[in-house]
């Protein structure tokens, strides 16, 4: 579903959903939560993210992406509290599972994409790191950015790859015994959340073609850029299953 782009001031008085995203980017949370919207056939508007305007702050409650406000609600930025939230908004089609232990597996599959701690929180620190050591990654002004919002710490960089390789070859092996099965989907033959949160975060590995996702050199070669154990940890199928939701489920060309 096609939305629009408000300004700060546009966004604060009206009603309904909006959300701030970061602009010229194509960020894995933000995406993800576009495209459960765009599943749901929810209307929203969006805000491209300024970071010196006070404003904003005051009505997000911060200044970072993506914050998911409804109508007078309190701001929601948590993957969870926007998930629930388009479920309450919007029960069909269903991204979770009511079933119970169905509903646990695929919360405790999301948060290892999209948790603290979890796939794209290490990758990002990675990318740090590889930055700020000349190795590749984001260039310097982004890596100090980055590394000093989320908690970059050199004498945790050796655990970033390693738990990169861990958390790639563990959703790897999901979606393989699923299509061992037969089933395109993480839980079976059914789509879930799961599915637009591995869609959306491999683009911290290799992004969506230019035609799909236009974004400049630099950030593209940054995210692009992998070492020796990520690349073999890459496995195909994560790609397969990406281009097959953006076919099948997500909207293209991406509006950044």
């Not at 009206?14 to 056939?41: D, N, Q, T």
């Not at 509290?81 to 069909?92: F, S």
Request: hydrophobic share 45%.
């Amino acid at each position: 579903m096609p939305f629009e782009y408000l300004s700060v001031e546009e966004a604060i008085p009206r009603k309904g959903l909006r959300m701030v995203v970061l602009g010229k980017v194509p960020s894995s949370w933000g995406e993800a939560a576009k495209g459960i919207f765009h599943i749901k056939k929810l209307t929203f508007s969006a805000v491209r993210l300024v970071y010196d305007n006070e404003a904003l702050k005051n009505w997000a409650g911060q200044l970072s992406a993506p914050v998911v406000v409804y109508d007078d609600e309190p701001p929601r930025s948590g993957w969870a509290e926007i998930l629930m939230l388009a479920e309450r908004l919007a029960p069909t089609p269903a991204l979770l599972p009511l079933e119970p232990h169905a509903r646990g597996q695929a919360v405790a599959l999301v948060d290892k994409f999209c948790g603290q701690g979890g796939l794209g929180w290490n990758r990002r620190l990675q990318a740090v790191h590889a930055g700020l050591s000349s190795s590749g990654g984001f260039p310097d002004r982004i890596a100090n950015f980055l590394g000093g919002k989320y908690g970059y710490d050199p004498a945790d960089a050796g655990r970033y790859t390693p738990r990169v390789v861990e958390l790639l070859g563990e959703v790897a092996a999901a979606l393989r015994t699923q299509r061992a099965a037969g089933k395109d989907y993480y839980l079976g033959d059914t789509l879930s959340a799961v599915d637009v949160y591995s869609a959306t975060f491999m683009a911290l590995f290799k992004p969506l073609p230019e035609a799909q996702c236009v974004m400049s050199p630099a950030l593209r070669a940054a995210l692009e850029w992998l070492n020796d154990a990520t690349r073999a940890a890459l496995d195909p199928v994560l790609l397969e299953h990406r281009d097959m939701m953006y076919t099948r489920h997500l909207e293209t060309p991406l509006a950044l």
